[in-house]
């Protein structure tokens, strides 16, 4: 196997040449995604050549981009028709109860790496004086002192020229929750020996999707190298005043990167939601 040159934060996924084929599920009877969950994905804009059924963070549901939807939060996504729309950025449910503080974990499994990177999104975020606040608490904790968003480690290996980096657990709830985490793939950390600013950008870009964000090239996937879905109006996402509708390439939530901090743009997005 070997890689190309150029690192995508990507569906914060890494671009690399697979020369070998993977036959990494020869003879595994997988479970397709039906048309219908599919045709409800492409409505809400998503990319879903890659779109599969796969258990994260103990529910089952389907993983697509660099996020995962209980088949729930899917038919969610598809019942505010807002349009018309443009270009757009966030989604239909922020978090709610403002001014409030949002509790953060990590899994131990991801090492001093996740570690780091967990404080220093927390500081990201702290430091652009928002209604949310972001707290650490430990991992694994029950109940009510739970964190809000769980950091844990995934393993899987690259496919189809793409890794992903990291995987939210869908956007925040109808009753104004934020998604209740996100994974990050202990693969990436193995394969290509990301950097702290990296593993930290990454998670604020997760972040940003458990607090509302859509990816800001969602309509158009430029950032990855392709132009996809253009043109018909989609769902659950909505322009955010003062943002542009044309490329914004340092937008650290591009659906692929390698941006590692919050653009002016997304400062002002970030400021005029929270
Ligand atoms: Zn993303």
Redesign the pocket.
Known sequence: MKKQGILFL???SVILMISCDSSENEGVNQEEVSKDLIAKLENAHFVTHNARITTFMGERGVAV???FFTFEQIDELNQEIVGPVTKQYRTTNLVKKLPRVITVSVDPALGSLGSDALDGMINMYNQENLQLTFQRVAFGLKGKRKANIEVTEFYELESGGFITL?R?AGFPTRKGDPAKGFGINSRWFELLNPSLAEVTGTMA??V??CIGFR?TDYMTRESCGQNVNEGSAGVGAIHIAGTPTTSDATSL?Q?CGPADRFNNNDKIALDVLY
């Open positions: 990507l569906t914060l981009e660099d996020m990291g939210a870009h997760e940003g999707h990816h939530m659906a």
